[in-house]
Every structure is written in C-alpha cells, then in structure tokens.
C-alpha cells in the first residue's frame, strides 16, 4: 500500500514538471505509423545537435542587497528554479515519466558536480534566455522559454544571487530521453527541445512589472502549460488518470465567475479553494506562494480580462 502510494506521488510530480514547462497541445498520436515517428525522431535529434550561435551580452553583477533579493525572490517564484533543481540548489529528484524518458535537474551551486562554477555569467545570462549552453546546443526540460521576457535586469539579478548561494556537493543530474519523448518533443506535447521554441532574434519584451493586465498576461505563460493556451482548463493530453483536471481560469460560470482577487490569492498562497477544500498538490503553490502582490494582481487583472469560456476547451 505504501509502496503505491509513493508511486501516485511519484507519478504526479513528474507529471507536474511536464505540465510546468510545456505547452501540451492537443496532438493525436499517430501511433503505428513507424514511418513518420522514425522521421520526427530523426528531426529531435537533428534539432538538439544544433549549434545555436546567439552572442554574450555582458552582466552588471551587483551585492546589493535589493539587487540580490530581487534574484532570490525570481529564482523562488516566476523562476521555480528550487522546485527542479533542489532546497538548496543541488540537484532534484529522479522523476520517470515512464516511455517519455527520466530526468533529474544537476546541481546549480558552485560545490562538486554543480554547473555553476564552469559557467560565466554571460553564459549563464544567455542559458536562461535562450535556453542554449555553454557549448551552443539546446538545453533539455528547463523551461527558458518561459524567462524570455525578463529584462535583463531581472536577469542580472538572478545571477547575482545565484553566486552567493552556498556550494553544496550535489548531483551532475541525469536526462534521458526516450524514443516515446522525443516524439512527443516534435508533436508539441512536451519542450524537450528548448532554444528552437525561442525566437533568438526577437525576444518578447514584457512592460515594466505593474499590476496591469498586460504584464500580468505575461505571468500566465507559466499557467498555460496546464491549463491550456486559453486557460479554460480540461484533461492535460496524455496524463494518466490521477492527475487532476486543471480548472477552469476564465471568468465563465463553469470557471472563476464568482470568484473575488481574495479568493484567488488565499488559494495560489495556500492551495485551500474559496470553499475550504483543499486543491490537488499538482497545482504548483511551492512557487505561487511567492509570487508578489504586485505579481498576483497583475495575473488576476489578466484572468479577469479573458473572454468567458466554458471549462475544457483548452
Ligand atoms: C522544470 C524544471 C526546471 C526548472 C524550473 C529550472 N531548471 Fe535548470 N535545468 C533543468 C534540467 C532538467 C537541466 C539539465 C538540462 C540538460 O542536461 O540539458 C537544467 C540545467 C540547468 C543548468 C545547467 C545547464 C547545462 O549546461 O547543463 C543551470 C545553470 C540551470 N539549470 C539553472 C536554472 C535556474 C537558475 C533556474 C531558475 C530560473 C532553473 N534552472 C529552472 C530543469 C529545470
Ligand atoms: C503543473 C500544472 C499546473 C500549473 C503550472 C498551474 N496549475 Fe492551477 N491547477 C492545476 C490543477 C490540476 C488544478 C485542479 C486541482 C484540483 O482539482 O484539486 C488547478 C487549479 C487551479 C485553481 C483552482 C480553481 C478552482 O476552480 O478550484 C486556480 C485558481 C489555479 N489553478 C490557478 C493557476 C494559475 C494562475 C497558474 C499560473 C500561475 C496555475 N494555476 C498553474 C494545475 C496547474
């Protein structure tokens, strides 16, 4: 009983990471047709052996405490960089997602076996906008797609604050991708393969963090992945059946119609819903609960401006 148990909960964090950082789209697998995967597995590898060339900006690295404080609060909240990559940064969890692959986020300190030290901050700078490595390729699973939009401030400060973090001596982490995976990367189920979703030449350029709609829509790129590209909620594509239903986000009445900014922030804050039952874990409140209240007003102003759909078109 136990051992299922651990393996449910097991099942559903690593689901989570997927839904956390891909757009699943609705794709029917064309199973069968050894053909045509044969052929898409062949782009994904293509693809990932890419060398992208997108040049090193310098970074103003700073100790100020505000400076730091701003990269500490990014790497908790809109970042989730703890939740992949560890309590104290040095490496995650294994997470099997049976034939799509397993994979565990490495160490990001400066201590044995972590990334941080081999990296400058340029090239740190550009890994995280870019999601392209040290070495020009893709990174794999880590969602930079999703930190595109942050001026280059925000992303200064984030490096800052990475450097002081303590040096622990963690994991070189694993990715292994399976046939299955890299399938699915091509179909737009699942970002595997990250710098090519980035438009390197043009990054998106969000306004200056406000509690307006218009920032806030930039917030809720990171609740796409599970909600669907027009927030109205629905079976994620593929998930096994113990993972939830991501609710509806829109103000229709099958959505957050009655709901008031005090509802929705007590539940992204604690996960208790306005009617004091307690939402599923899948939901990621371990970053949320950090956002801002600048942040939370800005994502619920965006919320509030969405037409109303009913729940499950995606
Ligand atoms: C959804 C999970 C996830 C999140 C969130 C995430 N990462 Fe990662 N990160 C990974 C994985 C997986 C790898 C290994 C990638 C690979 O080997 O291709 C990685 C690799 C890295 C690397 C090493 C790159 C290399 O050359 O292998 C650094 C540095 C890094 N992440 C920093 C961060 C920072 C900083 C944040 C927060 C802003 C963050 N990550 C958020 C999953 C994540
Ligand atoms: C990893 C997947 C995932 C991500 C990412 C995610 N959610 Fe959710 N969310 C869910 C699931 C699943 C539920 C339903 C949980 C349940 O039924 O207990 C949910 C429920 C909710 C609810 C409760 C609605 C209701 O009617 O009870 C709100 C509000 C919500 N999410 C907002 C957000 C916002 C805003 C974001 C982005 C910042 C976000 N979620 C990101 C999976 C996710």
Redesign the pocket.
Known sequence: MRIVTEQAKSTTRSW?LV??RSALVLAVVAAGAATYAGVRIAEFETSMKRVYDVPLRPVQRSTDPAVLARGEHLARSLGGCFTCHGQNLGGGRVEKMGPLGQIQAPNITSGKQGMLAAYGDAELARLLKHGVRRDGTSVRFMPSQDYSWWPDSDIDALISYLRTVPPVDGTPGVVELGLLGKLFDRLGMVAFDVARRIDHENLPQAPPPSESAQYGAY??R??Q???GEKLSGGRIPGTPSE???????TPHET??KDWTFAD?DK??RTGI?KDGSK??P???TDN?KHFSDTEMKA?WAF?RSLPPIPRGNR
């Open positions: 989570k839904g956390m917030i809720a990171l609740c992945g599970c909600h993972i939830p239903e991501p609710s509806n986000l959505g957050l929705f539940l992204m819903r939402l599923h899948f939901m990621p949320t994502l919320l």
